[in-house]
Structure formats: structure tokens, C-alpha cells
T-cell receptor
Framework: DVKVTQSSRYLVKRTGEKVFLECVQDMDHENMFWYRQDPGLGLRLIYF???????EKGDIPEGYSVSREKKERFSLILESASTNQTSMYLCASSFSAAGIYGYTFGSGTRLTVV | EDQVTQSPEALRLQEGESSSLNCSYTVSGLRGLFWYRQDPGKGPEFLFTLYSAGEEKEKERLKATLTKKESFLHITAPKPEDSATYLC???????????FGAGTRLAVHP
């Protein structure tokens, strides 16, 4: 069974901390995505990557950065966590960037910044 | 601006009571419309992709349809295990990303 694994289900961090969210996929997908999900707003794209060391900004990249050193791993970095970054973070991967065959999502990381 | 609006926000049904969820969209050059199911505490699970007006896809009690302005997810004789949040997403022409709606929370009671 194909999987996207996010390293933590729940995280609590302090304002100003540097936070790393890790995502690993075992499907040899080229494309990986980071979304955040907030009530009433749906999923919003933060960053995506279509190849190792390649990245593109999504709709809300401010305050975030990403790293993709290996094909299977895509990391989201909060440089200096703030309370407005409290959210559910979802990682996804796909064979096709268009998601024609559907994105495969991880179970999410619920981040609370206090 | 590309936009996806889902209605209703929440829907409560009795087991066996059929209904439809709506996804209306404005997008420049639709490349695909996607439906996902999301259970509490889990990531979204892919259900369907629709590409052109008039297309229909079915899976068990679910049927998705597409027009030029909207998509419907029809649920026939739902069961409690169909309770979930259903998400709609569109891919605009020329973009390698999906734009999601806020979802419809469906609760099916015995």
C-alpha cells in the first residue's frame, strides 16, 4: 500500500522557534506538495516541488521555506513560528503534477504555536 | 480569480436518504475537477477526476457529475460510514496545482 508519512501527528511549539515538518513518500513520485488546512478556508498550497532540489511557491509561502534533497523527502520549515501558523499541515505527492491520478496525502500534522 | 465554492457547509442525513453536494467553480480553462473524502484526523482520500462537461463517474453509493459551472456529488442511500468531509478541487489551465473548496461535512445518522 502506497504511503505518505508525516513525521509527527501533533506538535506544540513556542513563538519564534524554528520548526521542521518532515514528509516521506514511498511511491517514487516526482511531485510533492505542502498544504495547510484551516476551518472555513479549505486547503491552501504553501510550496510544491516537481523534482529534487526544485521548488515553487504556492499561494501562501510567506513565513515558510522548503527543502527537497532526496526524491522521497520533502520538508517544510517555519523559520520563526508565529501563532497565526497554528494549523493542520498536509503533505501530498503525485505521479503527475496535475494530480490526474489523484494526490496521495499524509495523515497531517496538527501544529499549535503558543 | 480562480475560485471553488462548496455547499452546503454541513449536511445531516438519515441513513438511506439520498442527497447531493454542490461544487461551483470559476476557473480559467479547467483541466480537471477532483473530489476527495476526508475522515477526521486523516488526510484527504482521492475519489474521482472529471475532465469535461457531461462526464460522470461512479463509486459504490457516490456519483460525480460535471457541468461547465459546477459539479455535483450524488450520494444514493447513504450509510453511516459515508460520514466524512467531502472536498472539491479544480486544476486551472496552465497550472500544476489544485485549488480546493472549504468542503462539505456530511453526517449520516442511523
Amino acid at each position: 500500500d502506497v504511503k505518505v508519512t508525516q513525521s509527527s501527528r501533533y506538535l506544540v511549539k513556542r513563538t519564534g522557534e524554528k520548526v521542521f515538518l518532515e514528509c516521506v513518500q514511498d511511491m517514487d513520485h516526482e511531485n510533492m506538495f505542502w498544504y495547510r488546512q484551516d476551518p472555513g478556508l479549505g486547503l491552501r498550497l504553501i510550496y510544491f516541488s516537481y523534482d529534487v532540489k526544485m521548488k515553487e511557491k504556492g499561494d501562501i509561502p510567506e513565513g515558510y521555506s522548503v527543502s527537497r534533497e532526496k526524491k522521497e523527502r520533502f520538508s517544510l520549515i517555519l523559520e520563526s513560528a508565529s501563532t497565526n501558523q497554528t494549523s493542520m499541515y498536509l503533505c501530498a505527492s503525485s505521479f503527475s503534477a496535475a494530480g490526474i491520478y489523484g494526490y496521495t496525502f499524509g495523515s497531517g500534522t496538527r501544529l499549535t504555536v503558543v | 480569480e480562480d475560485q471553488v465554492t462548496q455547499s452546503p457547509e454541513a449536511l445531516r442525513l438519515q441513513e438511506g436518504e439520498s442527497s447531493s453536494l454542490n461544487c461551483s467553480y470559476t476557473v480559467s480553462g479547467l483541466r480537471g475537477l477532483f473530489w476527495y473524502r476526508q475522515d477526521p484526523g486523516k488526510g484527504p482520500e482521492f475519489l474521482f477526476t472529471l475532465y469535461s462537461a457531461g462526464e460522470e463517474k461512479e463509486k459504490e453509493r457516490l456519483k460525480a457529475t460535471l457541468t461547465k459551472k459546477e459539479s455535483f456529488l450524488h450520494i444514493t442511500a447513504p450509510k453511516p460510514e459515508d460520514s466524512a468531509t467531502y472536498l472539491c478541487a479544480v486544476q486551472p489551465g496552465g497550472y500544476n496545482k489544485l485549488i480546493f473548496g472549504a468542503g462539505t461535512r456530511l453526517a449520516v445518522h442511523p
